[in-house]
């Protein structure tokens, strides 16, 4: 197999780091917030299990927006808005 047939994955280990920081972040964040829904009242519980699920979701979102961020595609890319739209 040719070396250029395949994507390689390249290392940055600064963005890298701060992602795994990141992921940590939303991890602490998101269980914090969660550790408090058991001691609240049913309707007490809900806005801190939303924050809860809303920083796990925002924060892992964004560690996968750094890390695609990092790899360069060296493939054309493209999207058919008409299939994307029926498939929706």
């Known amino acids: 197999m040719a070396p250029d047939s395949f994507l ?3 290392f940055h280990i600064a963005l890298d780091a701060a992602a795994a920081l ?3 972040l939303a991890c602490h964040v998101g269980l914090a917030l969660n550790r408090r829904v058991p001691g609240a009242s049913r309707r007490g519980a ?3 299990l939303a924050g809860g ?3 796990l979701g925002t924060g892992l979102w964004s560690v996968h927006f750094v890390t695609a ?3 360069p595609l060296r493939l054309p890319v493209a999207y058919n808005g008409f299939a994307v ?3 929706g």
């Open 46 to 48: 809900m806005p801190w």
């Open 53 to 55: 699920a809303l920083a």
């Open 8 to 10: 390689a994955r390249q």
């Open 85 to 87: 739209l029926a498939t």
């Open 22 to 24: 990141l992921a940590a």
């Open 69 to 71: 961020g990092l790899q």
